[in-house]
């Protein structure tokens, strides 16, 4: 497992998530309806410096670059198993979603609200899988940058998961207000 923990493996990880990611969105259906571009473009900006944060070791951003977590095996076995267990979600709220998904705020084509699988937990699995993952990852790092990282993600996808949701609320009228009372945004609801 020691030669599994290297920021090499990780890396790879992530490129081969992107890779799924991006090969996926050749198949989804026609946009019919979109956020404005410079909404879409603020997350975009952010999820980019979240990224350099969490990807680029490189960095000097002087107590950014101090540890938050000791430097050993077991914080980078969690890590990658909380960065994989979140890849997983993500990538199982995609199969969920399949043609209906979008980088962006938009309604596709004959758009149907899904309920199955994750979204029958919540609302947004692919945004709470890539919370694990991304906070996994910053575990395995264990510097302040990479917490900021997660940080700066997590706001970004509260934005956005908020521009969803009034989407699909004008697109679902009753039918989201009674999906969204029984499931959390997040994180799962425990009481009704």
């Known amino acids: 497992m020691k030669n ?33 571009s410079v909404r879409r473009w603020t997350t975009i900006i952010v999820m980019i410096t979240a990224a350099s944060l969490l990807g680029y070791t490189g960095l000097q951003l002087g107590i950014l670059d101090h540890r938050f977590v000791p430097d050993n095996d077991e914080i980078r076995a969690l890590g990658f198993l909380l960065t994989v267990a979140g890849l997983s979600i993500t990538v199982w709220a ?63 996808h509260t934005q956005k998961a908020r521009r969803e949701e009034l989407l699909l609320s004008e697109q679902f009228g009753e039918a989201f207000t009674r999906y969204r009372q029984r499931t959390g945004a997040l994180l799962p609801r425990l009481f009704s």
Do not use: C, D
């Not at 992530?14 to 979109?34: D, E, G, H, I, K």
């Not at 910053?138 to 900021?148: P, S, T, V, Y």
């Open 4 to 36: 599994l923990l290297t920021l090499e493996t990780l890396h790879w990880l992530w490129a081969a998530w992107m890779l799924y990611w991006f090969a996926n969105a050749l198949s989804v259906r026609r946009t019919v309806r979109r956020e404005p």
């Open 94 to 156: 995609r199969i969920h979603l399949g043609k209906f998904w979008s980088a962006r705020v938009t309604l596709k084509e004959g758009h149907e609200l899904i309920q199955s699988g994750p979204y029958s937990l919540v609302r947004h699995p692919i945004y709470s899988g890539l919370l694990v993952a991304v906070f996994g990852s910053a575990l395995f790092i264990g510097e302040w940058r990479a917490l900021l990282g997660v940080f700066l993600i997590w706001l970004a």
